[in-house]
């Protein structure tokens, strides 16, 4: 069993925007570009140009389509998913090496590659199934919150921040201190109504989800059309309104 | 077990050195820092790569391909060196030569072209981003057959737009992503405008702005829509008419806006059998006049002071002439286009397209709003404000690609007229150069003699029947048949026709096919096995029917199967490159924009540039603009080249650091200009001032600093054309007038399909088949991950798409009985394919999708025989043929828009039934050998020293 700390000073995470998300995998790429090239081992890839590929991600996107409950059409949700951070980690307090702990300044989550036996408990343990066993290095791999970028003196300070929401195109990915209500992050969650994912796990993530927003109104309602009221009804009509419109200019 | 926690260096180094350059990695062409650190040898090597902050196109942020270019630089699917075929065509079979020998050999087959008959040289391009130097090489070889790959990807939205307005969307301009506030996006390829979109939906969400998504599939910007029009495809047209009607009827057109900036004033004769019917009355100088409202008297549609009547009327010399705007008014207030009319054969109900209608009035007329920005008009009249109207629009490939994307893409530039939202804030934006009417861009130009230039350049506008490309005795002069009566307006020439007509020697035969970058013989072209066995096919002498071909593309495609002689390309990241603007634009409507690339590593394997290739080649075979009087080189190669050559005395392709560094647009040559670029980060950007911001075709200040920065020579403000007259005329060349006639068979269709105003008609094919037996829609998509062929030879984005299922909307899955991991046959009127099939609720109900060029060729890209691409991957190219079907008067008609033959892939119709499960998807093709080998196992690399 590892401990995790009692409280964090911090509590750093991501806010992710799933009205904004269009699903390109931007993130997803740009992390296993940086984390490939830092923190611990390089993140593999097995079968690479083979006929079962399979690598090591930090971060995924699944898509899912969703019926409404009140009828209508379908809805695509893009889902970006990587470690949540959680207040009460239980890929921590599973760890039998103290090889996965959570940060007390900032709430990061880590693993100690150094550490790590490659057991596969914490995995097992996350109900969100974040973490990835490297096949080639054998360690278990997972977000960093690029503790490595976000307080690096060797960037510059607008780019200190994790890899995923530098550059991720839509904007839909946000970094801050969810434990400062006065933070960025927290009032977007205010206002949008931001959420925990699986509250019910118990974990208390530190990442939240904005909900997308209501879709499809345009006609789920008796739509007011009387803009669309014709100026005439037959064509003579048509360009009397012109002329007096005309004149009118 | 508390333990503290472990020391962390949360400070390192990020790396050694960072080079900034331009993406490759799709057709976006963002700016990237390339990091290098030290590899074990000392020798730099790439170790991640971000977004350019300070780049004009993506401020920053990196797509998926963008940050996987790293995989695209380590893959093994590189070529390595020349490559001679020694096994017959298809097979792979290759030996390894010398540079010396590759060009030697391509020289020896291309001289004697030049000297006897050079149009039996086709020289197509691809995916080129250097097309201005390409067709420069072809014009000085003397060759007609030129072209790059727009034909089949989305003329019909640069040519609709063009003549329409000025430009179109992505590079011509793009939405006034600060101010709009409603964004309607009609179906796109995501590589066009690839991150300035997401971008700019992230922005307008951020605003508070809406997004409406017409498209049969909802995915990607679509799944972010506020609103799903999930039409049935290639009726796009005729929603947007319905739209104009419903606009038109309720008044809510820009009527001042209409009369001032377009041709709704011009007046149009109307007398019935006269060659002059329905072109459009002019001065002696030939400026289309118009009634000034105040006086009643006929002006020409420039002169101040001037109100031009949108309701005027002129008899003169026995000929009524009424305004075009009158004409439109018939056209759009008919019945036809009334909701009830269009609403089944579009999928979408009524009420819905009278809310939306309703919707885009509301936002563009309730939600103006002004700037305080002084401008003064073409006219001389100054205006205080700038008004805006914040309705946005864009569409791509979605409703370009088929037999009636030309009219649907006018349509939907029109719509944007009528509201009054194209150059005015919160609307449509161009971005410099453009806009540029008509008449600033080249007629086509097909004048080919031996050991000469062509008399022009390849490609360009045609205005009316003497501007085809036709030679004495009425028969095409182009391999591809573009700008002739079959497709008049065919801008980008038609790619997708060369190998076939190549093939049936019609117009006539050729004797080498030259190809850049583009995989024709698989995912490029429709019709893909029989295009393989034309490529292979041989004689009554047991030669080739196309005797040779030459190919070069820095990867082991399928194409590069297909070639007698290959010449290898580098990486992105290991040549020069100019994002010219006499070329395909980057820039921002803010700002004028070039950029480079540059060799950030240099090759380890024994490859050139292309382009540098190419001015070898021009040394080597004399042409004219490479070498000089004594018959020596001008240009050492590409980068010399960019730098060096001048198209007008001061322009050249790179805009930026002219003369002595400090000047822009025009200026002498700079030797230093490549250096400066990179110590900019790669790119040039000159911004618009606040004045020339907006009303730019008309606005004074814009017109004198695009002539300032060379875009043009002397300001030409324009109108609008809702009507095109270019299209009028082919008409009455139709209906009988003029000394350049159609053929017989053609008339009726140029009539029906080249109307002036727009028009919607039904896809081409659905004319020739049952549509009963072939009731279902197919479509493909390209994954917002991958571009074309190129993203599964890249480790990281294959496993992100690696598989390509035929998704299939909940109706047929039903009434099919499909369950999870079934297949279907699918049939076209054309082929069969057997693939795997998967549900998907938002969708058309009467489409099936998948994602294009997945499916890869065996043995192709480095991939091994048993990856998911080779086996379960597919094409749909199978079902569509670049030709109609047969109708038996032994004329070949292209499956191609019929006014600018762009490539109709999306017309495509099937039945779906369900098949047993299999291991490989058909048709099968025989696996190539691989001139490279496989990739590696396992991939695990960090840089270090």
């Known amino acids: 069993m590892t401990e995790l ?134 360690v278990m791999k997972k977000c960093t919150l690029c503790v490595d970028r976000i307080y690096n003196e060797n960037l510059e300070e607008v780019d200190r921040v994790p890899a995923c929401v530098r550059t991720c195109p839509a904007g839909a990915r946000h970094f801050g201190d969810l434990g400062d209500p006065d933070s960025d992050v927290s009032k977007l969650v205010a206002e949008r109504g931001g959420f925990d994912l699986m509250p019910e796990q118990g974990t208390a993530p530190t990442n939240k989800y904005l909900p997308p927003r209501p879709k499809d109104r345009l006609t789920a309602q008796p739509v007011d059309i009387s803009s669309l009221t014709p100026v005439a009804e037959e064509p003579k009509g048509f360009l009397g309104w012109l002329d007096k419109a005309l004149e009118a200019l | ?254 009527l001042n806006y209409l009369s001032r900036y377009t041709n709704a004033p011009c007046l149009v004769n109307e007398t019935p059998g006269s060659p002059e019917k329905g072109l459009l009355l002019r001065d002696g100088t030939g400026k289309p006049l118009v009634v000034d409202r105040k006086t009643g008297v006929l002006e020409p549609f420039d002169k101040a002071g001037i109100n031009p009547d949108l309701a005027g009327s002129v008899d003169m010399d026995g000929a009524t002439h009424r305004t075009v705007f009158q004409h439109m008014a018939e056209h759009f207030l008919s019945e036809d286009y009334t909701p009830e009319k269009v609403s089944d054969r579009c999928g979408i109900s009524a009420d819905r397209i009278r809310a939306l209608a309703a919707e885009v009035a509301r936002v563009a007329f309730d939600e103006a709003f002004e700037l305080d920005q002084p401008w003064t008009d073409f006219r001389g009249e100054r205006h205080e404000k700038m008004l805006g109207r914040p309705v946005s629009f864009h569409a791509m490939r979605g409703i ?104 049936a020697g019609d117009p006539y035969k050729i004797d080498t096919l030259f190809l850049y970058m583009a995989n024709m013989s698989w995912n490029s072209s429709m ?71 540059w060799p950030v590593i240099e090759p380890d394997r024994d490859v050139r540039g292309f382009q540098s290739v190419l001015v070898d080649l021009g040394v080597r075979l004399g042409l004219p603009g490479f070498v000089n009087d004594k018959g020596e080189a001008i240009y050492a190669d590409y980068a010399d080249y960019i730098v060096n050559h001048q198209r007008r005395p001061g322009i050249g392709p790179l805009a930026g650091f002219r003369g002595d560094g400090s000047k822009s647009g025009r200026g002498e040559v700079n030797p230093d200009q490549l250096n400066r670029y990179i110590e900019n980060g790669g790119f040039f950007v000159e911004h618009v001032p606040e004045e020339a911001a907006f009303y730019k075709p008309w606005n004074t200040a814009y017109q004198e600093w695009a002539v300032g920065l060379g875009f043009y020579d002397k300001p030409q403000p324009y109108l609008f054309q809702l009507y095109v007259e270019p299209l009028r005329r082919m008409q009455l060349a139709a209906e009988g007038h003029g000394d350049r006639q159609p053929p017989d068979h053609l008339r009726q269709r140029i009539i029906d399909c080249m109307d002036p105003l727009p028009i919607w008609y039904p896809a081409l094919e659905d004319r020739e088949i049952d549509e009963d037996a072939y009731p279902v829609h197919a479509l493909t998509q390209r994954p917002m991950a991958m571009y074309h062929s190129w993203g599964s030879q890249n480790a990281w984005l294959r496993q992100i798409h690696g598989m390509n299922p035929l998704y299939v909307p909940t109706k047929i899955w039903e009434e099919k009985g499909f369950k999870d991991g079934d297949w279907a046959k699918v049939t076209s009127v054309h082929g069969e394919i057997r693939v795997p099939v998967a549900h998907m609720a938002g969708l058309n109900e009467n489409t099936v999708w998948t994602w294009n060029a997945i499916g890869k060729r065996r043995g192709a890209w480095a991939l091994e025989k048993g990856a998911p691409e080779a086996t379960k991957g597919f094409l749909l190219n199978h079902l569509i043929n670049e030709l109609l079907p047969p109708k038996g008067d032994g004329l070949r008609w292209s499956n191609s828009d019929p006014i600018t033959g762009q490539a109709a892939w999306f017309d495509l119709r099937v039945r779906i039934e369900k098949s047993r499960p299999r291991k490989h998807s058909k048709p099968t093709t025989s696996s190539q050998v691989s001139p490279v080998g496989e990739g590696p196992t396992i991939v695990q690399k960090k840089v270090e020293a």
């Open chain 1, 5 to 138: 700390p009692a409280t964090t000073q911090r509590k750093l995470g991501l806010v992710i925007d799933l009205d904004t998300c269009v699903g390109c995998h931007a993130c997803v790429v740009a992390c296993k570009g940086w984390n490939t090239e830092n923190y611990g081992a390089p993140l593999s890839d097995v079968d690479a140009y083979g006929a079962d590929p399979v690598g090591s991600f930090l971060n995924r996107v699944h898509s899912y389509e969703i019926a409404p409950t009140g009828g209508g059409c379908s809805q695509t949700v893009h889902f970006p998913k990587s470690c949540l951070h959680c207040d009460t980690a239980p890929c921590v307090t599973v760890c039998p090496t103290g090889a996965s702990y959570k940060r007390s300044e900032d709430g990061i989550v880590l693993v100690d590659e150094s550490a790590c036996i490659g057991c596969g408990l914490c995995a097992w343990a996350c109900p969100y199934g974040t973490r990835e066993l490297d096949q080639v290095a054998g």
């Open chain 2, 1 to 254: 077990m508390a333990s503290p926690n472990p020391t962390l260096d949360t400070s390192p180094k990020v790396s050694d050195e960072v080079r900034k350059t331009t993406c490759y990695m799709c057709a976006c062409r963002c700016g990237i820092n390339v990091h290098m650190k030290d590899g074990p040898d000392g020798k730099k090597r790439v170790a991640y790569i971000e977004g350019n902050r300070d780049h004009p196109v993506n401020k920053g942020v990196l797509c998926a391909k963008g940050s996987a270019g790293i995989m695209q630089v380590n893959a093994p699917s590189k070529l390595k060196a020349p490559l001679l075929r020694t096994g017959p065509r298809g097979s792979g079979q290759f030996k390894e030569i010398s540079w010396d020998e590759a060009l030697e050999i391509a020289t020896s087959w291309l001289g004697p072209l030049r000297d006897n008959a050079p149009e039996k040289l086709a020289f197509f391009t691809g995916r080129d981003q250097s097309q201005s130097f390409t067709s420069y090489w072809a014009q000085n070889f003397g060759t007609p057959n030129y072209a790059a790959h727009g034909g089949f990807c989305s003329v019909n939205m640069a040519t609709a737009g063009i003549y329409t307005m000025g430009g179109a969307f992505w590079e011509f301009g793009q939405t006034d992503w600060d101010r709009t506030k409603l964004f309607v996006i009609f179906g796109v390829a995501e590589d066009h405008d690839s991150n300035p979109i997401k971008m700019g939906i992230g922005k307008l969400k951020a605003n508070g702005g809406k997004v409406i998504g017409v498209n049969p599939i909802r995915s990607g910007y679509n799944a972010v829509a506020d609103e799903w029009v999930g039409i049935t495809p290639g009726t796009d047209g005729l929603l947007i008419l319905s739209m104009i009607h419903l606009l038109m009827k309720a008044g809510k057109i820009d």
């Open chain 2, 400 to 503: 370009s690609a088929h037999s009636n994307g030309f009219q649907t893409c006018r349509a939907l530039h029109v719509l944007q007229i009528l509201l009054g939202t194209v150059e005015v804030p919160g609307g449509f934006r161009f971005k410099p150069p453009y806009p540029k009417p008509v008449e600033a861009h080249p007629t086509p130009h097909c004048k080919s003699q031996p050991k000469c230039p062509l008399d022009g350049p390849h490609l360009g506008f045609v205005r009316g029947p003497q501007d085809l490309a036709l030679k004495e005795d009425g028969t095409p002069a182009r391999i591809d048949k573009a700008f002739t009566w079959e497709n008049p307006l065919s801008a980008h020439g038609l790619m997708h026709m060369v190998i076939s007509n190549a093939h």
């Open chain 2, 527 to 597: 019709n893909t096995s029989s295009v393989m066995d034309m490529l292979t096919d041989k004689d009554e002498n047991g030669d080739y029917v196309i005797p040779k071909i030459i190919y070069s593309d820095a990867y082991s495609s399928e194409m590069v199967a297909f070639a007698d002689l290959v010449l290898p390309d580098t990486t992105y990241l290991e040549r020069h490159d100019c994002i010219s603007l006499l070329d395909r634009p980057i820039c921002e409507a803010d700002a004028a924009a070039d950029a480079i690339r």
